[in-house]
């Protein structure tokens, strides 16, 4: 039993134990989910399978977000294996480290398409064939950032292709309500993660927050997981549109 018991739930972006969305994997498993996830290629696949051998009942697909006949495949996997999705877990971002330093008006105009792509039009291209599969309703999410709305030294094209996918939040929000899916984001604090590694300067940004937060302490993934595992719940019901903010406060007084 639990929260969650019953529910098929995706989970897209565990890359090692350190990713935000395999901490989302233990809270969700912990409440009664049955969890597919998904690899973006072979580098990290062996990574992915050993970590998703540790919780019960869980299955290992591939998908490059980049490439619609992936995100195809998995869905008619999803629709053979289980019929009826009720969640998504969209945990992917990625920008070229020579785009996360120096001005943001030096970024190249393909090294900003990819960016959008994969950080953003991910979100659409996945919920665009997920949703036909939530025919009992369900609840998709997303991580952002502050860098969407607000100067971010550094974080440069990352922070417009965030802002992209918080305002695609509200669009799918808007189009897939009629359907009882809901779609929102969780906007962490920093956390020291393999992207997080591509940020120049990491370290002073989570000192700032330990000074600076009202809460004085960095985020942790299990943080974020629990409140995923909310927004993945019934709890949740009346939210949709969103960006919850799990920062420990720092957006407050940033
Ligand atoms: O401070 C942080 N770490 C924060 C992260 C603060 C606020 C938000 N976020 C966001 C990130 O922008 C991202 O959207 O959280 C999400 C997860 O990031 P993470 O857990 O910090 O990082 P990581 O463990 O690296 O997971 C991101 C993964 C990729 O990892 P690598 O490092 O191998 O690129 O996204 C996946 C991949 O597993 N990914 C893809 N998956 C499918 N297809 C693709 C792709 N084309 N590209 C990247």
Redesign the pocket.
Same mark, same amino acid.
Not at 18 to 22: D, G, K, L, Y
Not at 63 to 67: L, Y
Not at 186 to 199: D, E, F, H, M, Q
């Given at each position: 039993s639990g929260l969650l018991s019953g529910k098929n739930i995706l989970v897209?972006?565990?890359?090692?134990d350190? *990713? =935000? !969305?395999?901490a989302i994997a233990q809270s969700l498993a912990s409440q009664g989910a049955k969890l597919v996830f998904?690899?973006?290629?072979e580098?990290?696949q062996e990574r992915?399978s050993k970590l998703a051998s540790t919780i019960e009942d869980s299955v290992v697909l591939p998908?490059?977000?980049?490439?619609d006949e992936?995100i195809d495949g998995l869905a008619e996997k999803l629709k053979a294996e289980f019929g009826v999705l009720h969640g998504v877990v969209? *945990? =992917? !971002?990625?920008a070229r480290t020579e785009e996360l330093e120096g001005m943001f008006v030096d970024t190249s105009r393909d090294g900003f398409a990819l960016a959008q792509d994969?950080?953003a039009y991910?979100l659409v291209a996945v919920a665009k064939r997920m949703y036909p599969l939530m025919t009992e309703g369900g609840s998709i999410m997303?991580?952002?950032?502050?860098g969407a709305q607000r100067v971010m030294r550094n974080y440069n094209v990352?922070g417009i292709a965030?802002a992209s996918?918080e305002a695609s939040v509200r669009y799918l929000a808007s189009d897939l309500g009629q359907y009882g899916i809901r779609v929102n984001g969780?906007?962490?604090?920093?956390?020291?993660?393999?992207?997080?590694?591509?940020?120049k300067d990491?370290n002073s940004i989570l000192k700032q927050v330990e000074e600076k937060a009202p809460l004085r302490k960095t985020?942790e993934?299990a943080e974020?997981g629990d409140t995923a595992m909310f927004l993945m719940s019934h709890l949740s019901r009346g939210i949709t549109g969103e960006v919850i903010y799990v920062d420990g406060g720092y957006n407050i007084v940033g």
């Open positions: 897209m972006g565990v890359a090692n350190r *990713s =935000i !969305a395999w998904t690899y973006e290629s580098r990290v992915v998908c490059n977000v980049t490439v992936d969209h *945990s =992917i !971002a990625f994969i950080s991910s997303t991580m952002t950032y502050m990352m965030k996918l969780i906007s962490a604090g920093p956390i020291r993660t393999l992207a997080a590694k591509g940020i990491f985020t993934t974020v």
